[in-house]
């Protein structure tokens, strides 16, 4: 998503970026921006320092308390190297700084260094269905539940009455192709009848979270 004001930097931004592979959100009001950066999933932002509205460290500050967003790349567009703007910016959670005016080769260079870390990121968020049954501890309570899909961070389970958003967990589980059980802490997330219960992970073993990506992306080889 790339916020700005000014109608040429949105222009530039989605000539230089879209042939790139690049689906590009072009927000003028960054009321709008916040409020997409709460209900939708972004792989990193481009954001102009002073704006209307909220500023651009007001729209930092809101994309780093969303749920789906709070680790993405953030991009300032600033006027030169101003360090008070930086060292402000720094606080609120930006990443990178880019002088305006924007050109289109700083543009291509910014992007290749974000390239992956935008890619970590959608791969953290990106679910696999897992279909096996989760034993889950809590409280001294045990239950055994059906999960439904898995991510680098987090699952999905079944909708149980007996988990409440913010619950402290232990899960363990099965993986297709992994020899030993996963166990791991983890944390609810939230929890809708629809949808079912999200669970994000805690301190997840260093073997485990190379498992639990492998199996993501199709790699996982019988691992002991």
């Known amino acids: 998503m790339v916020v700005d004001e000014e109608p040429s930097v949105l222009s530039l931004a989605k ?10 959100l072009a927000e003028s009001d960054s009321r709008e921006a916040a409020a997409l950066a709460q209900t939708r999933k972004l792989n990193g932002v481009i954001l102009g320092a ?15 308390r969303s749920r789906s ?4 790349p953030i991009v300032m567009l600033t006027a030169g190297e101003d360090a008070r703007t930086m ?9 990178f700084f880019l002088a305006k005016p924007l050109t ?16 970590e990121e959608r791969r953290r968020y990106a679910r696999l269905p897992l279909r096996v049954t989760a034993t889950c501890s809590s409280g001294g309570r045990t239950m055994q539940l059906q999960t439904r899909n898995i991510s680098t961070g987090g699952m999905l389970l079944e909708p149980s009455e007996g988990l409440a958003r913010c619950q402290e967990i232990e899960l363990e589980f099965a993986l297709p192709g992994y020899s030993r059980l996963i166990r791991v802490r983890a944390t609810v997330q939230h929890q809708t009848p629809e949808l079912g219960v999200g669970v994000k992970f805690q301190d997840v073993p260093d073997a485990h979270r190379v498992a639990i990506d ?3 992306l199709g790699t996982l080889q019988k691992r002991g």
């Open 15 to 24: 000539a230089v970026l879209e042939p790139l592979g690049c689906e590009v």
């Open 50 to 64: 002073r704006m209307r509205g909220l500023d651009g460290f007001d729209l930092a500050h809101a994309i780093r």
């Open 69 to 72: 967003n709070s680790h993405i």
């Open 87 to 95: 060292r402000r910016g720094i606080r609120e959670g930006i990443n």
């Open 104 to 119: 289109r080769e700083p543009l291509i260079h910014l992007f290749e260094s974000l390239r992956r870390a935008m890619w």
């Open 214 to 216: 492998a199996y993501i």
